[in-house]
């Protein structure tokens, strides 16, 4: 629980200008992949009414698109974020005021059993220490037949030339960029470690199979470093 709480600390010291961070590092591009990851994700929710928790919401980025793509699809969304850093809470409820956020673990949702009809994770389960705990609960507050959506850098199956340049931006440029503009070159050296020591694609299919789910789309974005799982409850 130290670690979990000392990577928690680490996000409130860089919420405020962790959107600015982002923009930067990513050139814009990680709008695109959200907005990709909850298209996908309607198109497997048949319901005019849909009720979504956004997990390790941070700032409240997978919140902003949510609403955008619902309301582009006339789908009344009932949206709720949850994250363990007041920092970022902080942002997100200025952000939006309208919506509700909980300070809570990935590992201890608080809320009953059957909740959601979807819950959306965005590069956030790279931080969770405890996983397998958190997926439990993901199953546990989703409807029967929910949908659970992960976006995350994930670690290459097989080493290539073109992740290889990828790989050396995140391990060498991004931690200056990032701390300069962050103030915080730890934070920014987290990333890529944190990248090294997660799961590759196929792994983590595996570990949301292992956990009754059915994973009903998997793909990549920026030649395999970013990850979109899109897994159902059975």
């Not at 994973?215 to 799982?229: H, M």
Request: hydrophobic residues 40%; glycine residues 4%; aromatic residues 12%.
């Amino acid at each position: 629980m130290q670690k979990q709480q000392e990577i928690v600390k680490m996000f409130d010291s860089i919420a405020k200008r962790y959107d600015l961070v982002n923009r930067v590092l990513t050139f814009g591009i990680d709008k695109k992949w959200r907005e990709k990851a909850v298209k996908n994700t309607f198109e497997l929710i048949d319901k005019e009414k849909v009720s979504i928790l956004d997990v390790a919401c941070g700032t409240g980025d997978m919140i902003e698109v949510w609403k955008k793509e619902a309301n582009k699809k006339n789908i009344d969304i009932n949206i709720i974020g949850l994250d363990p850093s007041s920092g970022m809470l902080e942002v997100a409820k200025k952000r939006f005021p309208s919506v509700k956020f909980y300070k809570a673990y990935a590992t201890d949702i608080p809320f009953e059993f059957h909740t959601f009809d979807c819950l959306s994770i965005s590069f956030g389960i790279r931080n969770v220490i405890e996983i397998k705990k958190a997926i439990k609960e993901f199953y546990r507050v989703l409807k029967p037949g929910g949908i659970v959506l992960v976006l995350e850098f994930t670690k290459s199956e097989k080493s290539n030339k073109f992740r290889e340049c990828i790989d050396f931006y995140s391990n060498k440029i991004l931690p200056k960029i990032g701390g300069i503009i962050s103030k915080n070159k730890k934070a920014y050296e987290y990333l890529p470690n944190s990248i090294e020591n997660f799961y590759t694609p196929s792994e983590l299919v595996s570990l949301f199979e292992s956990q009754n789910f059915q994973i009903e789309k998997l793909t990549s974005f920026n030649l395999g470093q970013v990850t979109l799982l899109i897994a159902r409850k059975i």
